[in-house]
């Protein structure tokens, strides 16, 4: 059954705009509206590019923009997901980006669950006073990120108090994406652009902080305390493809 998101998504499109286009430009002004109340040095430029896409729209289509994002909400309140890589594979958008294929959640809340043990998590909370859940592998719409901070708050924790999330990704649609749905749920996460696979890729294309993040201060936290020494929990990609969480 198609979520309300991909529903209104469905609705807007095919007057003016393509599905993709409607989608795509739905997904980065979203991201640029929620980074630009917390993240002050790169408020100036991406408001010139939120321009840009709004000037395309009349103001009854942004109108329409804003009811989407209350369904996103919604959709997100009821059953928190990976709500956008569901639409996007509902609406069938694969063969116009790159081919992508988006891991359900049902598989990723599977892999979760099995990986991440109250055991570990206790272990990096009493080791540095927080847990850290890294996904490198391509993080898409933050499917692992969102089955982890679910998973973690179902055993017993709160996840906005003492877990880290961050995503990689080498495009930019999939870390709005993740940006979105994780600045959302209120969890303290970092998306980087970049190609996360690639043997020496340190440099970000771009870097997105959910609100939760800045305003909690985990990029201190994380290097300054709480005695932040450990690695945290890494998702990524073995030789095979395979993704999974390492120590």
């Known amino acids: 059954m198609m979520n309300n998101f991909a529903k209104g998504i469905k ?8 599905t993709y286009t409607v989608w795509s430009d739905f997904v980065e002004m979203a991201a640029i509206s929620l980074s630009n109340t917390v993240d002050i040095r790169r408020r100036d430029f991406r408001n010139v ?27 997100l309140e009821e059953n928190p997901r ?3 890589g569901e639409a996007f594979m509902e609406l069938e958008l694969g063969d116009k980006w790159k081919g992508q294929f988006f891991t359900p959640y049902s598989l990723a809340n599977v892999m979760t669950n099995s990986i991440l043990t109250k055991e570990s998590i206790q272990k990096q909370v009493d080791d540095k006073g927080f847990a850290k859940v890294t996904d490198n592998s391509g993080c898409g ?35 709005c994406m993740s940006y979105v749905q994780l600045a959302l749920l209120g969890a303290n996460a970092v998306i980087r652009q970049r190609d996360g696979l690639a043997p020496n890729s340190v440099l970000d ?26 690695k945290g929990l890494d998702c990524r990609s073995d030789d095979s493809g395979q993704l999974g969480f390492v120590v």
């Not at 009349?58 to 994002?69: D, H, P, V």
């Not at 998973?151 to 649609?173: A, C, S, T």
Request: glycine share 8%; aromatic share 14%; hydrophobic share 45%.
């Open 11 to 18: 609705s807007f499109a095919g007057h003016k705009w393509d």
């Open 49 to 75: 590019r939120y321009q840009a896409i709004a000037n395309k729209y009349s103001k009854n289509e942004l109108e329409i923009f804003s009811k989407l994002f209350a369904d996103l909400v919604m959709d």
């Open 82 to 84: 990976d709500v956008l």
């Open 141 to 175: 719409g933050g499917v692992n990120m969102i089955a982890a901070f679910n998973h973690v708050r179902e055993l017993g924790f709160n996840p906005q108090q003492m877990l880290v999330l961050e995503g990689v990704d080498i495009d930019h649609k999939a870390c």
């Open 205 to 230: 294309i771009d870097t997105w902080f959910t609100p939760f993040y800045i305003l909690g201060a985990w990029e201190q936290k994380q290097k300054y305390g709480i005695q932040g020494r450990a």
